[in-house]
């Protein structure tokens, strides 16, 4: 078995944080992530930007060096951003752009077709939302047309879950993570939607876990182990990420 960390947060306070919906992230740079991560084995992954870290890249790209080239960045950027500064971005290793409507800190969500289309055109990023599947009808029209797209923590919500998974049968992809985020019966959601797209689902640990109820455990890579086959495991756990990240 190997695992790509498909989703986690570095939070180093050498670099800017600044307070999201009152809170204040505990730190957790990437030493506390390697040490956290040990005993699992990982072989690459994706740092994805918080809330609370703004428009700021100097962390994300700090930690990039660190962790080495088989990790890659999820950022978020100012829809003013030149094509300068997003290629000089992919150049130090950031590969997907970042809209949390559920807390924050990103670009809106009227500028989603927009920036999701010059992004991907032009260095062949996708993009990633944070958002309760319970809102995607409002948007699933503009997410339907853009070429590659991909919801966080299983979309958190049961009652969002049947929109998701329309989605899902259109080629979004799935953030199999924060399994103690959401209100929803995890099991079944994660069989649904490999039922639709056996390519969709992509493990991360959301380390620190940051105000999850339930911070990630161990028991959610086996909770997968015995879900599927060893053969959909290793796609959930390594293959369907790395080349969703490292693919294009």
Known sequence: MKIFDAHFHIIDYNFPIIESQGYMPPSF??????????????QGGAIVSGSFQGFDQTYLQHSLKQL???????????????????????KSGIRALRFNIKRGGSEDLSKLDYFARRVHELVGWHSELYIDAKELPEIAATIEKLPAISIDHLGLSEEGLPHLLKLVDRGVRV??????????????????????????LMFGTDLPSTRANRPFEVADIALIQQLFDEQASDKILYWNAHSWYFGH
Do not use: M, W
């Open 68 to 90: 080495g080239p088989e990790f890659c960045g999820v950022t978020q950027l100012p829809y003013t951003v030149t094509d300068e500064e997003i290629e000089a971005l992919h």
């Open 175 to 200: 953030k199999a993570t924060g399994f103690g985020r959401g209100e929803l019966d995890v099991k079944k959601a994660l069989k649904e939607i490999y039922s639709i797209n056996p390519d969709a």
């Open 29 to 42: 740079d990437t030493a506390a992530y390697n040490k956290e991560t040990k005993d699992l084995p990982i």
